[in-house]
């Protein structure tokens, strides 16, 4: 398993445009690369939806957004015009990304074992390094506040530790 601190593996994917990002062209940005099972599933739209909410706030925090799964470009784009995502999607067909980061797991899902990716997400800083990981994401959760329950966004929980990291 990756740690934070350690140098990200290095990648290079089609975007939902087939057009090659590789990370070697991203040194000096911040980077959210979340990993998510399968394109136009709901947890996985609500997670793409609250990233695309909140894209103006990561690039204020000057962080490019990159969400990886292992469906193809044509189905990314077709993810991407249905629920009007501003987000980058990369397409893993080979699995490659998956199996470098670690996320590709054994999952039990109602009594059977599958391969599958396991929702993760991980803030690369400016050099490189993993500089922070969250495993087995829960996109929205429910937190009881002073008898209240409030809904908590994966994404808020992302921006909050980015700022924290940028010092700001």
């Avoid at 040194?27 to 599933?41: H, S």
């Avoid at 501003?86 to 059977?112: H, N, P």
């Avoid at 996109?139 to 994404?155: C, D, M, N, P």
Wanted: net charge neutral.
């Amino acid at each position: 398993m990756l740690e934070v601190g350690q140098t990200a593996p290095s990648f290079c994917a089609l975007n939902q445009d087939d057009i090659e990002i590789c990370s070697r062209d991203l040194l000096g940005k911040w980077i959210v690369l979340y990993f998510y099972p399968k394109d136009l599933t709901p947890g996985c739209t609500n997670e793409a939806c609250d990233f695309t909410t909140a894209q103006s706030e990561f690039d204020g925090l000057d962080a490019i957004i990159l969400g990886v799964s292992p469906d193809d470009t044509a189905k990314h784009r077709k993810f991407i015009e249905k629920y009007n995502l501003g987000i980058t999607l990369l397409a893993d067909t080979s699995r490659k990304m998956c199996e470098d980061y670690g996320v590709w797991q054994l999952k039990k899902f109602m009594g059977r074992e599958s391969m599958g990716v396991v929702r993760t997400t991980f803030i690369i800083n400016p050099d490189g390094k993993i500089a922070a990981i969250w495993n087995k994401v829960n996109v929205r959760k429910t937190k009881s506040v002073k008898g209240e329950k409030i809904e908590v966004l994966h994404t808020n929980e992302v921006k909050e530790k980015l700022s924290q990291l940028q010092g700001k």
